[in-house]
Structures are given as C-alpha cells and as structure tokens.
C-alpha cells in the first residue's frame, strides 16, 4: 500500500501536538504567564477545559503519562478538593467566557469515585458558562462499573476514550495491561445504555511480542465492538524517559520495517471497514463528528491528538496540565504534592512552558495543516529556501509536490508527515532520543 523508506524513516521526530514542543519547555515561565494569558481572554470567546486526574488503579509499563497509584482514599480526596479549588481559582481571573469542551484525562478519571467525578463536573459548570458544552471522558476499562456508567450518564458525557491498546493476552501480559477482551465488551455495552453517542478505541501497533497477525486479531475483534473512532498509535519505548518501561523486555520490540508493515496493516483493516481516515493515527466513523471535520477542512490537532475542536484556547486544570493560548504553552506543576501546595496557598500551579514568537506561530500553523490536511501554504516562513532543500528527498520519491510555496502531500506520503512537519521545526534538524519512532 505505501512504499518504505527507511533513510527517511531513521530520525526520531514528535508527534506534534503543539508547537514548539514540550522538549521547549522550560522554567523561565510560572504563574504570573498564566495570570496574564487568563486575563487577555476577551469576553465572549469559547475555549475548552481539560481537567487531568493523574491517578490510575493500575500502572501500565509502557505508559508515558503523569500518573500514580490511586491506593488511597485519602489522597484521591485530597486531589478533587484541590481541583475544585483550582476551577475556582481560574474562573475568577476570567470574564465572560464560554467553554465549549470540557475534557477529563489522565491517568484514569475513573480511578476517582463516581461521586467526586460528578462533583468536578458541577464544580465547573457552576463556575464557568457551560451551556451545551460536549464533556468526554477518558476510561479504564478495568474496574469500571455500572456506577460510574450511571455517573457519565448523569453528567450527560457524550464521548468516551477506552484504553484499549490490545487483546492479544500475550501481548498485555508484556506491557502489564492484562484486560480481557469481555471487560472492553462489558464497558461499551455499559456506556451505549449510559447514552455516550462516540466511543473511541485506543490501540497500538509496534507493542512487544505484538505480530502482524495479533494486531490483526486486535483490530478485527474491536471493529466488531462497533466504536465510532480508533486512534491506532506507535508504541514509543523511551525508558530513559520513561523509567517504567524498563520493565519491557526490548528484544520483544518490531524493528522500523515492523511497524510500517502493522500502521499500513492497521490503515488497510480500518479502512476496508468503512472507518474514514483522520489524520495519520485516527479512523472515525463517517457519521462522526471527527470524520466530518476532516472531511470539510475543520480538522484540528492538540494535545489531545486529531480533534474537531475549533477553539484557540485550551485552560489545563489539575497536576500536569497544559494550557495552550496563541502566543503561549503553560504547563502545572507535576508533583502533586507540590500541586497542591500551590493551590491551598491561593496561587496558579503554573511552572513551565513557553512563550511563542510571532515565527513559532506561523511554523506552528503551517505543521498543523500539513498533519490535518496535507498541505501547507509556507510563504510567510523565514527560511523557506533551506526548509525546501530539507524536504528534496521526499520530492524525489514523489511523497510531496510543490505549487509556488505551496507544499502538498501525497497519499503515499501519509506515513512520513510527522516527518515532513519536522522539517518546518527550527527547534529541531538533528536527531533526538526524546521522541519516539517516525511511525
């Protein structure tokens, strides 16, 4: 289906869901950023919330996220009480606005009781204007229950994430996610009768032990459970990064070849489904909101990966949260100690990030419409002549064409985008550990 390059294929490159990336962040931002991009929001614009619970029942090996064990009561309690004061917190310091998305992730959202989730979800829309704002919800499947089915369906969630990642035993005894297939059954049937109108599939391909034919068996087992969306990701083995993925046996891993073959293999499954492509990770339904987008040039890319989120502003609230406003990235505390020692003293959490020049802004755009839509118009870049040298040998394979500045993709070039996006990053022309495989 799509020919392999490997030269082009061998730099380690970001999955860019911001520019600049998080390999930027740095400490020479904190709460003061944070109170100024709060109080420039102009009154009447739409922006979106997500809110992090950094706690999980369970601790996957291969998971890059802020997380840690929800094994006491006490400290799940203790971290909702702070988020609520920290909803509080950022509500006062803005005026007139409306939130359109309200995004809860993790870690787990379902590792909190039900009852502490529904209290955040009354928490902002007391504090916030939420009138008909969509609510998500990242899930675990292992552990969730009727309970926190009747809970989503209460606070009237409409979009629900299963981290699903594989079915194959094997392979989850390898990553320490063991989650029988009947759990994901269970956890869809339960969200279809809770009323939840989008459930997405998180799967991955280049896992340990994982073959061809296991994501095969993946792939099919989980099309036949009906979700509107699939994100079908790159494992990234990072254990520099990531201590707890040492726990991973490395020689288990797919080589480069490998995982082309499983994303081409993925790509080839879904689509023959009837799933739209979206993006270069996301399949959708064609009656889903996301496949819409795509279709119609309104397809957007955040920290949270390919979304129909038009907003500009995204306010991050919880340990590790991002925030992304045009002319800058901020990001919480991680420690949650630490966290919350900063919201009981009355003060924003904020303590890294960065602020965007004009020139990020405009790299920044241009990567983005390269990745949702194949194109991107580079006119107004600095340095265009040495970023069209960069991009010849993709030109020479027929993966991209030119028309004036106008760079375009081609179908083929799907699998090398992040890798042509990289190509726009002054941050970065050399290879990195940081990141993880180009596909």
Known sequence: MWTYHPELLATPVPRYTSYPTAAEFGDDVGPVDME?????IAPGTVVS????IPYCRDICWYCGCNTGAANRAARLATYVERLEREIALVAQRVTGVRVGRIAFG??????IPPAAFLRL?????TAFDCTDAILSVEVDPRGFDRDWAGAIGRAGVSRVSLGVQTLDPQVQAAIGRVQPSEDIRRTTSLLREA???SINFDLMYGLPRQSEQSLRASIVESIAMAPDRLAVFGYAHVPHLVPRQRRIVADGLAGTAERFAQAALAHRLLVDAGYDRVGFDHFARPADALAQAAASGGLRRNFQGFTEDPAEILIGLGASAISDFPDRILQAEKNTGRYGMRIDAGALATCRGLRRSPEDRLRGR???TILTRGTADLTALDGGADIRIRL?????????AWEGSVLRLSEDALPYARVIASKLDAYRQTASARFSHAV
């Open 36 to 40: 100024e991009a709060l109080a420039a």
């Open 49 to 52: 919330l997500y809110l992090h």
């Open 106 to 111: 993790g870690g787990s959202p379902n590792a």
């Open 121 to 125: 979800v009354e928490s902002v829309r």
């Open 195 to 197: 009323g939840v109108g």
């Open 366 to 368: 241009a990567i983005e």
């Open 392 to 400: 010849t040998p993709f030109e020479r394979y027929g993966l991209i």
